[in-house]
């Protein structure tokens, strides 16, 4: 029943701004927390940033830190990361998660968005 639907992503040049989507369809529990997740060829993926659901505290990998920002508008269950000074390390497919409480795993997931910086 839970849908989790990334849009957003595309081909942009380094020190060019994109903005991702993830909408949260036929929700059957309650968020705790909401993240975006990365993953670039022949790379793990790794965690970039996530957002409390209700107190809106954030949290960052060091290298997206002053460049992205992480949102939500709860009314809508819909999650945005806004990605400005894009480097080419940033290049990869992007993931949108969430997870239920504190000590739960991410356990629902988006289907990925392809973000590609070029130089």
């Known amino acids: 029943q839970v849908q989790l639907v990334e849009s957003g992503g595309g081909l942009v040049q380094a020190g060019g701004s994109l903005r991702l989507s993830c909408v949260v369809s036929k929700r059957t529990f309650s968020i705790y927390q909401m993240g975006w997740f990365r993953q670039a060829p022949g790379k793990e993926r790794e965690f970039v940033a996530a957002?409390?659901?209700?107190?809106?505290?954030?949290s960052y990998v060091d290298s997206v830190k002053g460049r992205f920002t992480i949102s939500r508008d709860d009314a809508r269950n819909t999650l945005f990361l806004q990605m400005n000074s894009l480097k080419s390390e940033d290049t990869a497919v992007y993931y949108c998660?969430?997870?239920?409480?504190?000590?739960?795993?991410?356990?629902?997931w988006g289907q990925g968005t392809q973000v590609t910086v070029s130089s």
């Open positions: 957002i409390n659901w209700s107190g809106g505290s954030t």
């Open positions: 998660a969430a997870r239920r409480g504190m000590f739960t795993d991410y356990d629902f």
